[in-house]
C-alpha cells in the first residue's frame, strides 16, 4: 500500500535544561534530532546560559535553538521531542509549570502554520517574551518569519540581553 508523504516543511525546535548537566543534554538531544526519521537538521544555534524563568527558584538554563526541515506532521514531531525528554529523564507528570527539568523541547515553529489544538499550539505562544528563544534564534535564523508575530531581530531588542551569556 503506497504512503503519502508529507511536504518537506521548516521547524524550529526550541531546547533548554538545567539538571544533569545541561550543556551535555543540550548536545546529546540535538544528536537524537538530527536522528529523527524524515527529519534533516538544517541550523543549531550557539548554546546561552541565563536565568530560569518564571517564579520557582532553580539553577541557570542552557538553551539553544535547531532549525529542522521534516515531513514529520506537527503532532508526531511533538510526539519525537517529547520521547527524546524522556530518554533524557523528564518526567512530565512531576514537572511543574518553569520547574526545574534536565530537559526541555519545544516545538516554536512549524513552518507558516498557526496551530491551537489541545497539547499544541504553534507558534509557540512564549516567543516573543524570551530572550533566551530570540537570541539564538537571531543567531541562526534572523530573517525569519514568524505567523502574527513581529521580526526576529525586533522581538530581541525588546526583551533585550538582560542575564544571558552565549558561551563558547
Keep these: 500500500m503506497p504512503t503519502?508523504?508529507?511536504?518537506?516543511v521548516a521547524a524550529w525546535i526550541g531546547l533548554g535544561s538545567n539538571q544533569d548537566d545541561?550543556?551535555?543534554q543540550i548536545q546529546r538531544a540535538i544528536e537524537a534530532l538530527k536522528q529523527l526519521p524524515d527529519t534533516h537538521c538544517l541550523r543549531v544555534s550557539g548554546l546561552?546560559?541565563?536565568?530560569?524563568?518564571?517564579?520557582?527558584?532553580?539553577?541557570?538554563?542552557?538553551?539553544?535553538?535547531?532549525?529542522l526541515l521534516?515531513?514529520?506532521t506537527p503532532r508526531v514531531l511533538l510526539g519525537a521531542l517529547q520521547q527524546i525528554?524522556?530518554?533524557?529523564?523528564?518526567?512530565?507528570?512531576?514537572?511543574?509549570?518553569?520547574?526545574p527539568r534536565p530537559l526541555d523541547l519545544d516545538l516554536?515553529?512549524?513552518?507558516?502554520?498557526?496551530?491551537?489544538?489541545h497539547g499544541l499550539k504553534v507558534p509557540h505562544p512564549g516567543i516573543a517574551e524570551r530572550n533566551f528563544v530570540l537570541l539564538p534564534l537571531l543567531e541562526v535564523a534572523p530573517s525569519l518569519q514568524i505567523p502574527g508575530l513581529p521580526s526576529i531581530a525586533h522581538m530581541a531588542s525588546s526583551v533585550g540581553r538582560s542575564g544571558i551569556l552565549r558561551l563558547g
Aim: proline share 12%; no cysteine; hydrophobic share 35%.
Design 4 to 8: 503519502t508523504l508529507q511536504p518537506w
Design 22 to 24: 545541561p550543556q551535555a
Design 48 to 67: 546561552y546560559a541565563n536565568p530560569p524563568f518564571g517564579p520557582i527558584p532553580q539553577p541557570d538554563y542552557v538553551n539553544a535553538v535547531v532549525g
Design 70 to 72: 521534516t515531513r514529520l
Design 85 to 99: 525528554e524522556l530518554a533524557a529523564g523528564r518526567n512530565r507528570s512531576d514537572s511543574q509549570r518553569w520547574g
Design 108 to 117: 516554536l515553529t512549524y513552518g507558516v502554520r498557526q496551530i491551537a489544538e
